[in-house]
Each structure stands twice: as C-alpha cells, then as structure tokens.
C-alpha cells in the first residue's frame, strides 16, 4: 500500500480522427480486417503544429480543476511519454502551462507501461514526505513515429494524453507490481537510424535519420496475454485482494483480444473491462487515463470503486497497480 489517493482525471485528444475505412484507402487493409482483429475502428491524428505537450497539459488542467487541489499545492508533475513534444522533456512545459510553480517536472519513458510506471513513482515521492501532491500525465503522438506504409503497426496506434492529479494520504494505492526484461526488446521497438555525418580527422557523428517501427505482432500478442495476467495476480496480492474485489479492469487499450485473453486467463467476465480502443486505438501511454476519464464520464467508474489497472509494451515492460477510485 502507498498512501496515496487519485482525486480526479483529465483528457485531451486531437480533433482530427482517421478511421480504418481512411486508413484503407493508403494502404492494403480493410475495416473488417483491423477491426476483427483489433476492435479499434478509428483513432485520433495530431496535424501539423498542433502540440501532444498542449494535449498533456490540457488533460493535467482538467485533472487539475476536478481536484480541487491548488495549482501551487502540486511539487511534481510526471509526464510518462515515448513520443514528446521536445525531446528534452514536456513536463516543464506542462507544469508551466498548468500554473504549478512550485512543481518539478520530469519525463520518464516506459512506453505502453510509462502512465503506471510514473503512478507508482509519483506516489512513492508522496508516501515518503517529499511532496504533498502532483499531476501524472500519460501522452502519446504515435502517429509522427509509425510508419503510414507498413500496414502491420500502422493500423494499431492513435495519439492522446490523459492525467490524474493525487494527493498523500488515504491509503489508495492498494498494491502494485512492476517488471521488465530487455531480452525482449526487439519485438517492439522504435530505434534510431542514424546517418553518418562526417566531422574531421576521420571522426564522425551520427545524425537521426528515418526509422521505422519493429514489431514482432504473434510474440507481443503472446507476451502480453501471459504476463498481464501474473502482474494483476502480483499486484491484488500485494493489496491482499482477489479479482472478485475488483470493480473494474483497467488494461491498457492495445487490443481488445489481448484483453478477451487476459479476461478469460483470471476467470473474469469481458464487462467488467473498460474497453475505449475502438475510437482511440493504442495510445501508448495515454491508453489508461484515456480510458479513466472515459469510464468516469461515461458513469460506469463511481466513487469507491476498486480499479486493477495494468500496462504493458516496449522495453519489454509491465505493471499493474491497484488503487480505489
Ligand atoms: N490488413 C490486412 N492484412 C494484414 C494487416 C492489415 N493491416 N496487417 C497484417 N496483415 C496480414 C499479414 O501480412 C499476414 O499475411 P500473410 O499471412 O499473407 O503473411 C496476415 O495478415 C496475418 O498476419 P498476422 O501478423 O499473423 O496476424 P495476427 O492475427 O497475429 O494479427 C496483430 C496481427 C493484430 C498485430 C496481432 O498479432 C496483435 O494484436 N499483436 C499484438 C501487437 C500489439 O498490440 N502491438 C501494439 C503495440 S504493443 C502494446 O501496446 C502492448
């Protein structure tokens, strides 16, 4: 248990959303096929100038607002990203843009895993003293890094951001379970290519240039259907609960099979499964404040509610936390 609680959520997505029928018309695909397979149906684009660091900082404001926290109350503002705006960090930029002047701000990187992996973070610097409360945003534009030829990642991924604001004390964060293996790292990854810059004296630099995606799709699949499962089962045991004192599973939205997998490997029915994929797609680090906030509006989430949340992608990494709503 950390001693902490989630007071509140906030969301921000782009306007524009591209769905597979669009999709189809560029590459070799049908709606039939990505939805089947997936259940997303479509997903929201970033255009050209518009800001995920804008989209983050406006999902934190609404956190924010909902708190009824003071903007100077917050000491720490996490932004769980892959894909920033600026690649020194956006959390800064948020913490700016949400008027806490008293926070600090930094980026951490664990792809889908990124928004629990920060959750955890935040609430350990609340439960040990340092601050009283702090803003953690998931943001992702993962459609400036796909690439719109391959067919295979293309279709899987939409942009967004969401947050939650907590604060110390009330015992929320019931248990929690983080791992990794680095083994795993090229069945997901997004390297660098670098082009080589030639300097002096036969010294030479290495300059970012196209990259592309690596996705081994079967491995991710299977991956993620069997350690979701042991996370979930590592974290409720951690909180000393089981899945029958679960209101609600809050996986991130990869994939909706992935999700009947899970359901079906702890013995739980699909409809106790937030499921938003279908017009968001994978949204990496976005994925699971995306689908609070739309589980909280849409009144399914109430006040008290027990929620097993669980992440999981590149790295390889995974985690789950346990928290009551
Ligand atoms: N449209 C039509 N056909 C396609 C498409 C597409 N968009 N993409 C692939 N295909 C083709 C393949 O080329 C292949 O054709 P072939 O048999 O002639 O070679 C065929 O469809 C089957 O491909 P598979 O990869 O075997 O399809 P599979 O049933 O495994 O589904 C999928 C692919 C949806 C990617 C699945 O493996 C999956 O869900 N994996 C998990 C990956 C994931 O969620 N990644 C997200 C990032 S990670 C994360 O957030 C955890």
Known sequence: TLDSTVLSCGA??????????????????????????????????????????????????????????????????????????????????????????????????????????ALVTASQFLESGTYDAALVVGADAMSRWVDWGDRNTCILFGDGAGAVAIKKGGAGLLGFSMGSNGAGREKLALPYNGNRLPLIGGKSATVVGPRAMLMEGRSVYVFAATTVPRVLREALEDAHLTVDDVDWFLLHQANERILEAVADRIGVPKDKFIINMDENGNTSAASIPLALDFAVKSGSVKKGDVLACAGFGAGLSWGAAIFRW
Do not use: M
């Open 12 to 117: 921000s997505r782009p306007k524009t959303a591209l769905s597979n029928v669009e999709i189809s018309e560029f590459v070799d695909t049908s709606d039939e096929w990505i939805s089947q397979r997936t259940g997303i149906r479509s997903r929201r684009v970033l255009q050209p100038g518009e800001s995920i660091a804008d989209h983050a900082a406006s999902a934190a404001q609404k956190a924010l607002d909902r708190s009824g926290l003071d903007p100077a109350d917050i000491g720490l503002v996490i932004v769980a990203t892959s894909t920033p705006e600026d690649l020194f960090g956006d959390a800064a930029n948020v913490a700016d843009q949400c008027g806490c002047k008293n926070a600090v701000g930094f980026d951490i990187t664990a792809a889908c895993s990124g928004f629990l992996f």
